[in-house]
């Protein structure tokens, strides 16, 4: 990390809204990466192995892989908006409150987003 | 990050956002309407468009993804200069076989 | 409100330790009023940084209750958490003892980010005329009150990850010249905020934005170094 070795002085600014915000973006981003390679292997394993439909259908009725799935289409939606937010900022002007409405709309739309998997699941 | 990296990393997260909506929405339509597998795979199947719409999102998703993943390890690990050109290049290509190999299974098979 | 304040100080160096301290509540008192009665009165070995005490020179940042702060313009009041404030050097930078920092890296960064003005004339030359209402100098405007105190650079999660970012106030001040028409060095300058460690580590935190006691908005400075190098290279001018 910083090499500086010295303690971190500073936290405050972690319990910022836009920190925070960053912060969802990147982790979203994390989980993003690591189960992409999954969602390809079971996309392309469970129609090779099984050959036939019904054994893909079974397994996709399989809680564990319904759960992982759903959190996967979360994911993506929580990345795309933070993403969005970023792509907003870097390139157009705003005006500081503006900013904070904006990101504050992005989390909502999150939440909403997590409810609506949720119910769907 | 480097201006080449973060202009094809602003370019391919641009370019996924319609895909993105699409293929959210292709959920959202398919769980809301009890759509079965085995009638989704129906539609893919032998679909020119679905394949080329899924090899687009794969390609862009595997250089998003790599750049992506390549920036946080530039920061959260001690992997520097060629170590991380490398995992950025693996991690890409991996995910473009897996990526590919998934979609000949849903379109081909 | 009791009278005393409970005062938590930093002494040492990168490995020290917080030291406890009573200090009598003044009205008006600010932070920087704080360590100077701590030095008067209690410890004289204490060490720390100051010069104009009204917001001027930027020598006085330090950490106050977590947060990056220019002290002399702090009020205790203002950050006082229930009774306590705890003081330390600004982040991301060495210690050199207690409360002051080594800041030659922030200021190094200045220059590798072609902080200084490059002349564009001579004194024989007549004076430019810059139009304050011109879209270029109205975006110099709002980011030329910087006074290099390091608080937004403390802040920075960029900084602290990536040690070879240039950070946010040497970006912001490339920013006002990359806008000052009587520059001639904008070629190099972008050639230099747009290599590694340059404008395009800055991961939009916000937090330099969030704390710079000028209220200065080095996000948006950045912002514009990452338009401004991608229009460099799509013409050919970066490489
Ligand atoms: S916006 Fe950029 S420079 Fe400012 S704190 Fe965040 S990462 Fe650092
Ligand atoms: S931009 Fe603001 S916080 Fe950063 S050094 Fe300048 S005055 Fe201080
Ligand atoms: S002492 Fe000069 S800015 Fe605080």
């Known amino acids: 990390m910083s090499g500086l070795n010295q303690r971190l002085h500073t936290a405050g600014h972690r319990r910022d809204l836009f920190w925070v915000a960053a912060i969802v973006h990147r982790v979203s981003g994390i989980l993003l990466a690591c189960f992409l390679p999954i969602h390809f292997l079971v996309l392309g394993l469970a129609i090779e192995r099984t050959a036939a439909l019904d054994g893909f259908l079974k397994w996709t009725e399989l809680p564990a892989v319904k759960i992982a799935e759903a959190g996967l289409v979360f994911l993506l939606a929580v990345h795309l908006l933070g993403g969005i937010r970023v792509l907003l900022i870097e390139n157009l002007t705003w005006r500081p409150s503006q900013k904070r409405l904006a990101t504050a709309a992005i989390g909502t739309a999150g939440v909403v987003a997590l409810l609506f998997f949720l119910r769907a699941l | 990050m480097t201006l080449r990296l973060y202009l094809l990393q602003r370019l391919t997260a641009a370019l996924m956002v319609p895909l993105i909506v699409g293929h959210l929405a292709t959920i959202i339509y398919a769980t809301h309407h009890g759509v079965s597998a085995a009638e989704i795979l129906g539609r893919t199947r032998g679909s020119l468009g679905w394949a080329l719409f899924y090899g687009l999102f794969v390609l862009l998703a595997a250089m998003h993804a790599s750049i992506g993943v390549r920036s946080v390890a530039a920061d959260w690990t001690s992997l520097r200069g060629r170590p991380l050109t490398i995992l950025m290049w693996g991690f890409g290509v991996l995910l473009l076989l897996l990526g590919a190999r998934a979609i000949y299974a849903v379109v081909a098979s | 409100m009791?009278?005393?304040i409970a005062v938590s100080i930093w002494r040492g160096r990168g490995e020290g330790r917080y030291v406890d301290y009573e200090v009598p509540r003044l009205d008006s008192q600010t932070v920087l009023d704080?360590?100077?009665?701590?030095?008067?009165?209690?410890?004289?070995?204490l060490s720390y940084r100051f010069a104009c005490r009204v917001g001027v020179c930027g020598s006085c940042a330090m950490t106050v209750n977590g947060r990056p702060r220019w002290t002399c313009r702090t009020h205790v009041e203002k950050v006082v958490a229930d009774g306590r404030v705890e003081i330390g050097p600004l982040a991301n930078l060495p210690v050199v003892k207690d409360l002051a920092t080594d800041m030659t890296r922030f200021f190094e960064k200045w220059q590798q980010a072609k902080g200084a003005f490059t002349p564009s004339k001579t004194r024989h030359d007549k004076?430019?005329?810059i139009m304050p209402a011109s879209p270029a100098?109205?975006?110099?405007?709002?980011?030329?009150?910087c006074i290099n105190c390091g608080v937004c650079y403390a802040a920075c999660d960029s900084v602290r990850w990536n040690p070879d970012y240039l950070g946010p106030a040497a970006l912001n001040r490339a920013w006002t010249l990359v806008n000052d028409e009587?520059?001639?060095g904008n070629k190099a300058r972008l050639a230099a905020v747009a290599a590694a460690g340059g404008c395009h580590s800055c991961h939009t935190h916000q937090s330099c934005e969030q704390h710079c006691p000028q209220a200065i908005n080095p996000t948006a400075?950045?912002?514009?170094?990452?338009?401004?190098?991608?229009?460099?290279?799509?013409s050919g001018a970066l490489t």
Do not use: C, N
Request: net charge neutral; glycine share 4%.
């Open chain 3, 2 to 4: 009791s009278d005393v």
């Open chain 3, 34 to 45: 704080v360590v100077t009665y701590v030095q008067r009165h209690l410890d004289p070995t």
């Open chain 3, 127 to 129: 004076v430019a005329h």
């Open chain 3, 137 to 145: 100098r109205v975006e110099v405007d709002k980011a030329i009150e």
């Open chain 3, 182 to 184: 009587r520059d001639a």
């Open chain 3, 221 to 234: 400075s950045i912002a514009g170094l990452k338009q401004r190098t991608l229009g460099a290279y799509w």
